[in-house]
C-alpha cells in the first residue's frame, strides 16, 4: 500500500507564506498524478490544485490561483504547495493525494481520480 505523507502545516497570521510538502513511499511522484485537497470545518473537501504525472505544468482552482502554487522536485520524491498570501479563509486540513492513472484535466478536481491519500495537515491562518 502506497503511504503519503504530507507535512508543513501550522499557525500563521493573514498575509503570511506556508510551504506544505508531500511524498510517496512507493515510486517517483513524476509516476502519480499528485494533487492538493483542503477542508475546513463543517464544508466540503475542495480541490486545490493538482499536477498529472509526467508533467510539470501544475492546475489550480480559481480559489487559490495567483496565490498557491503546486511543483514537483523530482530529485527530492516530493511535491509542494507553496501558499502565499493567506488568509483565514484559508484554515482547513490540508491532503495530499497521489493517483496512478493518467486523468484527463477535467478529472484532476474530482477525489475519485486519486488512489492513496494522506492523513492531512492543519494549516490555520489568524486575522
Known amino acids: 500500500q502506497v503511504q503519503v505523507v504530507e507535512s508543513g502545516g501550522g499557525l500563521v497570521q493573514t498575509g503570511d507564506s506556508l510551504r506544505l510538502s508531500c511524498t510517496v513511499s512507493?515510486?517517483?511522484?513524476?509516476?502519480?498524478?499528485m494533487a492538493w485537497f483542503r477542508q475546513a470545518p463543517g464544508k466540503q473537501r475542495e480541490w486545490v490544485g493538482a499536477?498529472?504525472?509526467?508533467?510539470?505544468?501544475?492546475s489550480h482552482a480559481s480559489s487559490v490561483k495567483g496565490r498557491f502554487t503546486i511543483s514537483k522536485d523530482r530529485g527530492k520524491n516530493s511535491v509542494y504547495l507553496q501558499m502565499n498570501r493567506l488568509e483565514p479563509e484559508d484554515t482547513a486540513v490540508y491532503y495530499c493525494?497521489?493517483?496512478?492513472?493518467?486523468?484527463?484535466?477535467?478529472?484532476?478536481?474530482?477525489?475519485?481520480?486519486?488512489?492513496?491519500w494522506g492523513q492531512g495537515t492543519q494549516v490555520t491562518v489568524s486575522s
Open positions: 499536477v498529472k504525472r509526467n508533467s510539470g505544468s501544475p
Open positions: 493525494a497521489a493517483g496512478s492513472g493518467n486523468p484527463i484535466t477535467s478529472s484532476l478536481p474530482v477525489p475519485s481520480t486519486y488512489d492513496y
Open positions: 512507493e515510486g517517483s511522484v513524476n509516476t502519480y498524478a
